[in-house]
């Protein structure tokens, strides 16, 4: 089933950048170095970020939306600012792109890459544009990335400091995190036809072979003792051999806590400890070997048990003020011209906050450089 409001929120989110028809008028309310933000641009993302919001905070997203539409135009400028710095830097984003629509398709249980533009399309997006504003998102995390997530150092007194004054906050019951390796033991199930699917026969697995069985269990045991010797982790296993839906990433199935994983499976997965796997148990999907890539206690769990998540958090503390650092640098560098009546939360001294008149039959790409205004588009000129 193709999840349709799952698509709809990723194209609304993805869509801040506007994709504009040939001649239409729009208006310019900034520049950046060579490049331009339209009121169409902005509109959008504005409507993206309010539904985002409402979205995610279905309770109090007017409070956050006060202060996020501030901020608009400034993630705009941010964001051209990083593209222009990926481009200087080489990154293109185009292979991270292809993985992230993978696990878009994947998610929203599509088979296909197509399957995934057919849905864009009903969506009313066309598919390249989308994959565009994909790979825009990749750039410009990847740049921050480089430029500054690598350079941010997170010292073991801090790890010791941040968990003595939030040890209390981490508590809660006894929880594991698990991924699979998964060999059937049921022939795959026939392709439907015409997108089609009998209702009668749809989530039930086809009788068993003996011979498939035992074949399975066979290379669930070789895959056991591929485990125990050391020859290949367990992700790199798990996208080899798995036929679990999860395989390609590795087999990770998520966290669980007490009470939530059927008994047996409980049993065998909580007495381990973290990187330990089980051996194949018997299933109705087949064969199935566990790994516990993480054990936390219940309570307040000790350091070594919740050290990476501390890590995670205070590299999320530290990685906005850099961030915003940064892109403070890349302001500094730039040239930037933003319409009167427009707000850029993110200004710096020197940033032009007023409205640049072009004298009448003046070239408009004087100042613009590579506008698009040589286009069939059309912009009101500010």
Known sequence: MIKKSYLAAVVLFLGAVAIRADNIVDEIIARVNDQIITRTDFDKAKTAQLEELKQRF??????RWDQGQKEILRDLIDQQLLLEKGKELGITGETDTI??????????????????ENAAKKQGVAFEDFKEQVRIGVVT???IGQEVGSKIRITDEEVQEFYKQHGKELEGPEE???SEILISTHPPKPAAENGQTDANTQDKPAPEDPAMVAE???KAEGAEKLLKAGNISFEDLAKKISQGPTAAQGGPLGSFKRGEL?????AATFSLKAGDFTQPIRTRQGFLILKVNSHRSAGIPPLKEVKDKIREAIYSQKLEPAARAYLTKLREQAYIDVKAGYLDTGAVAGQSN????LAAGGDPNARQGKTGLKKKKRFLIF
């Open 354 to 357: 007023k409205p640049e008149i």
């Open 262 to 266: 059927a008994k047996e499976l409980e």
């Open 141 to 143: 995390q990847q740049v």
């Open 99 to 116: 993985k992230r629509l993978n696990e878009m398709r994947r998610q929203m249980g599509l088979a296909s890459m197509e399957d995934l």
């Open 176 to 178: 594991i995190s698990l």
């Open 58 to 63: 279905p309770t109090d997203w007017q409070a």
């Open 216 to 218: 399975a269990q066979k």
